[in-house]
């Protein structure tokens, strides 16, 4: 080979790996810009466990190509999560507490998404005679009268702030012996009061989904006191410059624009709704 095809052969193959090099590179460009275009949801365990997200995330991609990456916690835990910024946006049900999170500055918008409700579930032979109530203060009451176990979440999720809320307002010291706090989600809260023919209060989805309800059954439920707000929180761009607040910012307004509402609307499960829009945005 004489020394022109040489120095043609070298130039080749010093052009091979350069090529390859600047493909990888590309190529990992490419996978850390697509790895940023996801947001950290903190939400809660009832939207989790329902299957809301999984039916109403994917129409969000498809439509801006953003995914949402949820934390499924207690609402209490999601506001922890917001306060120290570890999630971009919140998906969350406790007023009182959203309203704290503005007030402190950690969060800076707060938009109402969709709604459902609380139900009171208990043994089908409903001892405390709870369907028989006038409202739903006085089926706690008449819970707390009779003495029958109640599973609590014990949790500081929504549904345990909520149930906090009408003992109070109902003017009754939960006791030690019938009261159980468990510290669980609401699943297992709903497997412990299975178990020991127990009263729990329970947002309507997760009821709809739950599988092993053995003697449970809804025995009070309508009450104005048990409407169950849901609502997104954007969190404060000086608080947490570090998040990613325009992704965030897409999923928060799709959440109540038409196609996002009509998404949370369509979602059923044996042809009924878990959650249904707010009213306000229709």
């Known amino acids: 080979m004489d020394n022109e095809g040489m ?3 070298t130039r080749h193959d010093r052009l091979i790996p350069l090529a390859l090099a600047l493909g990888l590179t590309y190529s990992l460009g490419a996978l850390h810009a697509d790895e940023k275009r996801h947001i950290t949801l903190g939400s809660t365990t009832s939207t ?3 299957g809301l997200f999984a039916a109403i995330v994917p129409q969000f991609r498809e439509a801006t190509g953003i995914d949402v990456r949820v934390v499924a916690v207690g609402t209490g835990q999601a506001f922890e999560i917001g306060r120290r910024g570890d999630a971009d946006a919140l998906l969350v049900h406790d007023a009182e507490g959203e309203a704290q999170l503005i007030a402190d500055g950690y969060a800076s918008e707060r938009l109402d998404v969709m709604v459902n409700d609380f139900v009171i579930i208990g043994p089908s032979d409903d001892p405390a005679d709870i369907a028989e109530a006038d409202d739903a203060l006085d089926a706690f009451s008449r819970i707390a009268a009779y003495g029958s176990p109640f599973a609590s979440r014990g949790d500081d999720s929504g549904t345990h702030r909520a149930e906090q809320r009408l003992w109070h307002a109902a003017g009754i010291e939960a006791a030690d012996g019938w009261y159980r706090e468990l510290g669980s989600g609401m699943g297992a809260t709903l497997n412990t009061a299975a178990a020991m ?7 309507r989805a997760s009821w709809l989904t739950f599988d092993n309800r053995q003697g449970l059954a809804i025995l009070f439920e309508g009450d104005d006191a048990l409407v169950n707000p849901y609502a997104s929180l954007l969190l404060d761009r000086e608080r947490h410059p570090h998040l990613k607040h325009g992704l965030a910012e897409q999923w928060h307004r799709w959440l109540v624009s038409e196609q ?3 998404a949370i609307a369509d979602y059923a499960i044996d042809g009924e709704p878990l959650f249904f829009p707010n009213a306000e945005t229709q």
Do not use: H, I, R, V
């Not at 023919?197 to 947002?203: F, M, N």
């Open 7 to 9: 120095m043609s052969m």
């Open 48 to 50: 989790e466990q329902s």
């Open 197 to 203: 023919d127990a009263y729990l209060l329970s947002d």
């Open 260 to 262: 996002g509402q009509a």
